[in-house]
């Protein structure tokens, strides 16, 4: 993907996609200057004097677009396998998924377990195209959780931490309230932006039902406390009400995929002001390809346990009116299908729910509000030019970015095929 830059940009003749309103604005014209948006002002007859303008020619101009649940570093959709390749290996086989991500329209991904700071970093220094990344470094998970990729026998020949921190592995294992204060004071000394934790059991781990809760709500807490004491916050993998309630509870701020939630519990985290992010793409692609790209059997057999409720879950969040950010959670060679989950949100919610899941929805999560997901003085520079109207139209965002004119990302000029 080329990069331009340009220390002044001005975009003209767009229609605005507004997000909070729902429609799009005409006649107004973005100013850019380095990476911040600066003016979005009444369309001007002449474009000022040193600035690079381009004319959008009616097409739709819309915030980057924000995943809050990815795996950049899971390359294989098995992830024992992953866990076992080369670092260099899993670094490599990142770029071109990250680049992709790019391509697609999304600016800025959270990263739920495996890429750390030096990852995030490489991005914003520009050495490898790719989105902004919030990275959790490594999961927390208890021994036997679901970040435990081991087999059953394992043990007997492993440490029980003997992999966990190679870069394939999306989590590390850790036991006991004061091992996981201390885990959480490594993950964020290491430039974790925020904590992933696994709560209940899950798909692609071998050895533990969907059913079970994990951690303790003594471990629950002390995780809790210690993000907060660092100014950042706790996400849970958990798809069960108990365990969705414990997380609540406990003080976690999302929850991550949440398939069996019911409405009761739906409505403990409307209360307690949580969020959701649901990640339903990954499990149809499961159920899809799954087998075929690897995926364990033990773990093939466990998809339609939270597929079928994935959809329904999507109507509870909304009735309960809890906000619903954007996750793909793809592995291995699904990532391709990263914006259908626009198309599963719209059909279930709309196209502009599924749009601010992926922007202002998003951004809140990330707790860059003004910054990200939106068209604002002061925001970055994070814009897609759109060959459609997704409000009316979510396909003109499905696939791999073929309907985006142009991306930009904090300011930069990452694709234009613009005249």
Same mark, same amino acid.
């Given at each position: 993907?080329?990069?331009?830059?340009?220390?002044?940009?001005?975009?003209?003749?767009?229609?605005?996609?507004?997000?909070?309103?729902?429609?799009?604005?005409?006649?107004?014209?973005?100013?850019?200057?380095?990476?911040?948006?600066?003016?979005?002002?009444?369309?001007?007859?002449?474009?000022?004097?040193?600035?690079?303008?381009?004319?959008?020619?009616?097409?739709?101009?819309?915030?980057?677009?924000?995943?809050?649940?990815?795996?950049?570093?899971?390359?294989?959709?098995?992830?024992?396998?992953?866990?076992?390749?080369?670092?260099?290996?899993?670094?490599?086989?990142?770029?071109?998924?990250?680049?992709?991500?790019?391509?697609?329209?999304?600016?800025?991904?959270?990263?739920?377990?495996?890429?750390?700071?030096?990852?995030?970093?490489?991005?914003?220094?520009?050495?490898?195209?790719?989105?902004?990344?919030?990275?959790?470094?490594?999961?927390?998970?208890?021994?036997?959780?679901?970040?435990?990729?081991?087999?059953?026998?394992?043990?007997?020949?492993?440490?029980?931490?003997?992999?966990?921190? +190679?870069? @394939?592995?999306?989590?590390?294992? =850790?036991?006991?309230?004061?091992? #996981? $204060? &201390? !885990?959480? %004071?490594?993950? /964020?000394?290491?430039?974790?932006?925020?904590?992933?934790?696994?709560?209940?059991?899950?798909?692609?781990?071998?050895?533990?039902?969907?059913?079970?809760?994990?951690?303790?709500?003594?471990?629950?807490?002390?995780?809790?406390?210690?993000?907060?004491?660092?100014?950042?916050?706790?996400?849970?993998?958990?798809?069960?009400?108990?365990?969705?309630?414990?997380?609540?509870?406990?003080?976690?701020?999302?929850?991550?995929?949440?398939?069996?939630?019911?409405?009761?519990?739906?409505?403990?985290?409307?209360?307690?002001?949580?969020?959701?992010?649901?990640?339903?793409?990954?499990?149809?692609?499961?159920?899809?390809?799954?087998? +075929?790209? @690897?995926?364990?059997?033990?773990? =093939?057999?466990?998809?339609?346990? #939270? $597929? &079928? !409720?994935? %959809?329904?879950? /999507?109507?509870?969040?909304?009735?309960?009116?809890?906000?619903?950010?954007?996750?793909?959670?793809?592995?291995?060679?699904?990532?391709?299908?990263?914006?259908?989950?626009?198309?599963?949100?719209?059909?279930?919610?709309?196209?502009?729910?599924?749009?601010?899941?992926?922007?202002?929805?998003?951004?809140?999560?990330?707790?860059?509000?003004?910054?990200?997901?939106?068209?604002?003085?002061?925001?970055?520079?994070?814009?897609?030019?759109?060959?459609?109207?997704?409000?009316?139209?979510?396909?003109?965002?499905?696939?791999?970015?073929?309907?985006?004119?142009?991306?930009?990302?904090?300011?930069?000029?990452?694709?234009?095929?613009?005249?």
């Amino acid at each position: 993907m080329n990069t331009q830059t340009s220390n002044r940009l001005i975009l003209r003749n767009g229609q605005l996609l507004d997000l909070q309103q729902g429609r799009l604005i005409a006649g107004q014209e973005v100013l850019i200057e380095g990476d911040r948006i600066i003016a979005v002002r009444p369309q001007s007859r002449v474009p000022e004097a040193g600035v690079q303008a381009y004319d959008l020619n009616g097409k739709t101009l819309m915030p980057g677009m924000i995943d809050c649940h990815v795996h950049v570093l899971a390359s294989n959709a098995n992830l024992g396998l992953n866990a076992l390749q080369p670092n260099a290996i899993i670094m490599y086989r990142a770029l071109p998924i990250l680049e992709a991500m790019l391509g697609r329209g999304f600016t800025t991904v959270r990263d739920a377990g495996g890429a750390d700071w030096a990852l995030a970093r490489s991005i914003e220094l520009g050495l490898v195209p790719g989105p902004r990344i919030f990275a959790s470094g490594k999961a927390l998970s208890q021994t036997g959780g679901h970040g435990d990729m081991r087999a059953r026998g394992w043990l007997l020949l492993n440490e029980p931490c003997s992999c966990c921190f +190679r870069a @394939g592995a999306i989590a590390r294992i =850790v036991d006991g309230v004061d091992n #996981v $204060r &201390l !885990a959480v %004071r490594e993950e /964020l000394q290491q430039g974790a932006s925020q904590i992933k934790i696994m709560a209940s059991g899950g798909v692609a781990s071998p050895t533990d039902p969907i059913a079970n809760t994990q951690y303790s709500e003594a471990e629950i807490r002390a995780i809790v406390d210690e993000a907060e004491a660092a100014n950042t916050y706790v996400m849970a993998h958990a798809y069960t009400p108990r365990a969705i309630r414990r997380a609540i509870e406990c003080g976690v701020r999302t929850i991550e995929h949440g398939n069996l939630v019911d409405a009761d519990t739906a409505r403990l985290m409307a209360e307690r002001n949580a969020f959701a992010v649901p990640t339903q793409v990954t499990y149809e692609m499961l159920a899809e390809h799954g087998a +075929r790209f @690897g995926l364990a059997q033990e773990s =093939v057999a466990k998809i339609e346990e #939270v $597929r &079928l !409720a994935g %959809r329904n879950a /999507l109507r509870l969040f909304a009735e309960a009116d809890v906000p619903m950010g954007y996750g793909s959670d793809l592995l291995g060679e699904m990532h391709e299908y990263q914006t259908h989950e626009l198309k599963i949100r719209a059909e279930i919610l709309g196209n502009l729910a599924a749009l601010r899941s992926a922007t202002t929805v998003a951004a809140q999560i990330l707790q860059r509000e003004g910054e990200l997901g939106c068209i604002a003085p002061g925001a970055l520079a994070d814009l897609l030019v759109v060959n459609g109207n997704p409000l009316t139209d979510i396909d003109c965002l499905i696939g791999q970015g073929e309907n985006l004119a142009m991306i930009i990302q904090d300011g930069s000029i990452k694709k234009n095929t613009l005249t």
